[in-house]
């Protein structure tokens, strides 16, 4: 019977080997820390479990969803999702709700942020390379800067300028202000085409003693069919020969040398510790290649408070530029059995960083102090009631999505399919940030390839929205094989081409936005007018009553004309993107038409 060796212990790796064992193949899996999990691990700190990140469980993937339950059974709950945005001092709900962001924000915010939205539409950046042009092309730059900018620049440590649009169209896929206005005013969680917004979910599942739950009793399950994981293995070397790798050769964390050999090789290693481990070395071209792919690290502060209620958020996102960290959950309120003691919290204070960063190499103590004094800055917590606290550091938690790892990732993943027993896959197997059920998914298309199947670990969570490099007569598409999935440029077809000249404009949204716009204009000016008196209150913005009912310059008639403004504005709106749209529509059909009767009397 053929064995294979997996490397690494988390839901990937894990993965593998599970599906390993169904389909019949043996596997020793091989995990560098003493714990199981990877990134998904829970910890335990004096009873007190807390995740490595809160690790939701939703999944559009029926294989993945009926894996999860056949591991942990009973164990998995159905929990609410509660989360939301803390800025300038207030909590904004995420998902939005517009009344919600409209208090928070305020009326000439509010007025800002529908000019923003409106020329975003209307005049659009002609290119999308980075993630600030696409956030801004669908939000508008002001809602950028409030909610994309500080918390992703916190997360990843460079300008948003220098992160790849790749990264924005697979995590915010789906996503934009409209849809998120649909969700707010109709409360549905699909977007127009059907299908549903992993961002706004308001369920999902959860192991009652956290996510390392289920991957510790995966591991036991591999014991009982009869699979080993050796914990605390860290692997130096890669042997290979003739494009099949042979051997590897480990070290225990206490200096013993581990050799291992194996018909199949699955790998959820960092792709570039994977290339350097190689022996014979890889050439040089790959080698630099995999030197420019970057991991963003991250260390997580744990504060048990002496309360029973802190905030009812399963997490909240901190965009306040004043404080280092950039999320934190409440586990308790995951599942109540994360912590020991009802009348206790535990709070889980997240830092992202670079292991070159002087952060990083605090104390505990030092950081746990920092931890307190921004929770105290904020308003979450009073300093004295933190009774105890702990730090965990995760190294190359998230791989960066730069403008150059696209080429990089290309160069490594040609020379590694040159390898005929040896796959890749997960999170830092694939440099792919994918969640933890995409992880999950190339996990079992590799055990099954190992089992005889074709199947394309690369190709899983690519259905992303492709973004257009230039708004010219190419487009984007992805080529598999060629130079790692970049978005590479082809000639349209006139079908596409006439497209891409006419593109839509999304009523609903051209319509909220001329109606805040117009609500707020009306609002802020008629207050203006109040406050500056006079014998008569004003005379010229007084005419509108002729066209709104009710309306005058009063503190009554701002209200009356805040109303009515924004209905009509949505209105007028709605009924310019859609008239435009049909005009657009009616002058691409007779184009198309012209070419078709052009075409046919050529021939």
Request: proline share 4%; glycine share 8%; aromatic share 10%.
């Amino acid at each position: 019977m053929s064995h294979a060796v997996v490397i690494g212990g988390g839901p990937a790796g894990l993965t593998a080997a599970y599906e390993l064992s169904k389909l019949g193949v043996g596997s020793t899996v091989l995990e560098a820390d003493r714990q199981v999990g990877g990134l998904s691990r829970t910890v335990n700190y004096r009873g007190y479990r807390f995740d490595i990140g809160g690790h939701r469980f939703f999944t559009k993937v029926p294989l993945i969803n009926d894996l999860w339950h056949e591991i942990l059974g009973e164990d998995f709950m159905l929990r609410s999702r509660m989360s939301r945005i803390h800025y300038r001092g207030r909590f904004f709900d995420y998902p939005l709700k517009a009344t919600n962001a409209l208090a928070g924000l305020g009326p000439v915010e509010a007025f800002i942020v529908g000019l923003s939205f409106t020329k975003a539409k209307l005049f659009p950046q002609a290119e999308e390379t980075n993630l600030e042009q696409w956030v801004a092309n669908r939000f508008g730059h002001r809602l950028y800067e409030i909610f994309f900018k500080t918390y992703t620049e916190k997360v990843w440590g460079i300008p948003c300028t220098e992160i790849s649009a790749d990264w924005a169209a697979q995590r915010i896929k789906n996503l934009s202000l409209p849809e998120a206005l649909r969700n707010a005013l109709f409360s549905t969680m699909k977007s127009k085409n059907g299908d549903i917004i992993t961002s706004l979910i308001d369920q999902f599942n959860y192991p009652r003693l956290g996510p390392g739950m289920m991957w510790e009793r995966c591991e036991e399950l591999l014991k009982e069919r009869g699979n080993e994981t050796m914990r605390g293995i860290k692997i130096e070397t890669v042997r290979h020969r003739h494009g099949r790798v042979e051997c590897i050769y480990g070290r225990t964390q206490e200096g013993e040398c581990v050799e291992l050999g194996g018909d199949h090789f699955i790998s959820t290693m960092p792709l570039r510790s994977l290339i350097r481990a190689l022996t014979p070395t890889a050439p040089d071209e790959v080698l630099e290649a995999a030197n420019t792919l970057r991991y963003r690290d991250y260390l997580t502060v744990v504060l048990i408070a002496k309360r029973e209620k802190i905030f009812p958020d399963n997490w909240i996102y901190i965009h306040s530029p004043e404080v280092k960290m950039g999320r934190i959950q409440n586990y308790k309120n995951w599942s109540p059995h994360m912590v020991p003691d009802p009348a206790r919290t535990s709070l889980g204070l997240e830092y992202f960083l670079w292991d070159k960063d002087d952060e990083w190499q605090w104390s505990q103590d030092r950081l746990v102090e920092l931890g307190i004094k921004e929770c105290s800055q904020i308003g979450l917590i009073e300093r004295d009631e933190v009774e105890d606290g702990t730090v965990v550091r995760m190294k190359k938690a998230y791989p960066v999505y730069d403008q150059n790892y696209q080429n990089s990732l290309a160069i490594v993943r040609r020379y590694l399919e040159t390898f005929e027993n040896l796959q890749t896959v997960g999170r830092n197997g694939l440099h792919r940030y994918n969640n933890q059920d995409h992880s999950m998914l190339t996990a079992v298309y590799a055990a099954r390839n190992v089992a005889g199947e074709s199947n394309d670990v690369w190709a899983v969570n690519t259905e992303q929205e492709y973004h257009e490099e230039k708004r010219s007569e190419t487009v984007a598409t992805t080529v598999p094989g060629t130079n790692g999935d970049r978005m590479t440029p082809r000639r349209l077809t006139p079908d596409e081409l006439i497209e891409a000249a006419f593109a839509r404009i999304d009523p609903v949204a051209l319509g909220t936005s001329v109606g805040v716009v117009g609500g707020v204009g009306l609002f802020v000016a008629t207050i203006i007018l109040l406050f500056k008196g006079g014998e008569v209150v004003g005379p010229t913005l007084s005419l509108l009553n002729n066209y709104l009912i009710g309306f005058n310059v009063s503190w009554t008639g701002s209200f009356i004309g805040l109303a009515e403004a924004t209905g009509g504005g949505f209105v007028i709106g709605y009924l310019f993107a859609s008239l435009r749209n049909l005009g657009m529509d009616a002058y691409a059909w007779l184009l198309q038409r012209r070419a078709q009767r052009d075409l046919l009397e050529k021939v």
